[in-house]
């Protein structure tokens, strides 16, 4: 099991930038794909990014692609997403997930472990 653990949400103006970090704990970090995820009040969690195990492969949800980039440090234990262009549309508690796999997945029983998520508000 990883433990994961979000930081760098808040609240900014649309239009400006973001960057969420999200620190893991455990042996296994390098071999399983991570993702970030999002859930707005009264939504379902949505997909926001992946990124393989060796931080290859990467994918976004359409309403993201463009704005936002998912990377990770497998040496320090990290995975970021860094928010650009951000709108209100935007705002929403994001997540932080490992995959039971190493290769990317969009789907959100694929991801095993996740973190308790950090706030993000876009004000227009």
């Known amino acids: 099991q990883v433990q994961l653990v979000e930081s760098g949400g808040g609240l900014v103006q649309a239009g400006g930038s973001l960057r969420l970090s999200c620190t893991a704990s455990?042996?296994?970090?390098?071999?399983?794909?991570m993702g970030w995820f999002r859930q707005a009040p009264g939504q379902e969690r949505e997909f926001v990014a992946a990124i393989s195990s060796g931080g290859y492969r990467l994918d976004y949800a359409d309403s993201v692609r463009g704005r936002f980039t998912i990377s990770r440090d497998n040496a320090e234990k990290m995975v970021y997403l860094q928010m650009n262009s951000l709108k209100p549309e935007d705002t929403a508690v994001y997540f932080c997930a490992r995959s039971r796999i190493g290769g990317v997945t969009v789907a959100t029983t694929d991801y095993v472990d996740w973190g308790q998520g950090t706030q993000v508000t876009v004000s227009s």
């Open positions: 455990g042996r296994t970090f390098s071999t399983y794909a």
